[in-house]
């Protein structure tokens, strides 16, 4: 099933997370395309300096973007972006959940950084979800939701639990969205509206200082759009370091530390790294 008519001129994409990286590229190029776009992010001099770089591209005037203050972490937020949005532009054919925070590290951080994490990371997103769902499914044509999440929820390396389980959880919710989607009487067909995971790998975002071998945001958005057009529910981004192949093996490894019985996070446990970097890699 081909999606690509979501991504057409005149549609309607709301965008968390646009001040910088993925989120700013992915606003840039659907605006290029001729779609509306609303960026949300939270206040400050980027996310404003971000909505005018977008307007300044927008293939249908600045008119066509907006910027909508907004912290993910607050469900009335994003009422008011739902309400925003629909105000304008009278439909939402793309949500792209991509806010993110990485506040905090390991066990000992502050509680309240755990809890921020989950409240921007995995509730922002379900909040999202259920804010614009149905507006979404009352489109006349297809439409797409699309949660970043991250490799980190899936192999789970050690350093920042927090960020991990954020992830982790987000994965998991978006799968069983995605098949409460498709087993819906009254959401199939062409029409229908679909759920996507978006799952970068080292990308250069925020102000990050550019590295070799880690990609660049337009290039995350190359996977996505193609993701949307070829309907794939997992849209895994390699990087310059790390190929689609290793990652496909670092994730069966995860998986085998269940099945195999092994410690977790094997990969990284002294008695068995150096078998899995020689499989992994």
């Known amino acids: 099933m081909s999606r690509e008519q979501i991504l057409r001129a005149n549609n309607v994409a709301v965008v968390t997370g646009a001040a910088l990286g993925i989120g700013r590229a992915l606003a840039t190029r659907l605006a290029e395309t001729g779609m509306s776009v609303v960026m949300a992010d939270l206040q400050g001099e980027d996310f404003d300096a971000a909505v005018q770089a977008v307007q300044g591209v927008a293939a249908r005037g600045a008119a066509s973007v907006l910027g909508v203050v907004t912290d993910v972490s607050d469900p009335a937020q994003i ?4 309400n925003v949005a629909l105000d304008a532009f009278g439909k939402v054919d793309l949500l792209v959940n991509n806010a ?91 029409n229908c509206v679909t759920a996507h995971l ?64 092994r410690p977790p996070l094997s990969r990284w446990h002294p008695d068995y790294a150096g078998i899995a970097k020689a499989e992994c890699s």
Not at 79 to 82: D, E, K, P, T, V
Not at 114 to 136: E, I, Q, T
Not at 201 to 220: N, Y
């Open 79 to 82: 009422g008011n972006l739902r």
């Open 100 to 190: 993110v925070t990485r506040v905090g590290r390991g066990f000992d951080a502050d509680l309240a950084d755990w809890r921020h994490a989950m409240d921007v990371n995995f509730w922002g997103p379900v909040v999202g979800v259920r804010a614009f769902l149905p507006s979404l499914l009352a489109n006349p044509g297809p439409a797409a939701i699309i949660n970043v999440a991250s490799k980190q929820g899936i192999t789970n390396p050690p350093g920042h639990p927090i960020y991990n389980a954020s992830k982790a959880a987000l994965k998991s919710c978006t799968e069983s969205l995605q098949h409460e989607l498709r087993n819906d009487p009254d959401n199939q067909g062409d």
């Open 198 to 261: 978006l799952v970068p790998g080292w990308t250069t975002t925020g102000k990050a200082e550019h590295k070799p071998g880690a990609w660049l945001p337009d290039q995350v958005v190359d996977v996505a759009l193609a993701g949307i057009a070829e309907n794939r529910f997992y849209m895994i981004c390699p990087d310059g370091e790390v190929t689609a192949e290793m990652d496909r093996k670092r994730i069966l490894w995860a998986a085998r530390d269940i099945t195999e019985d």
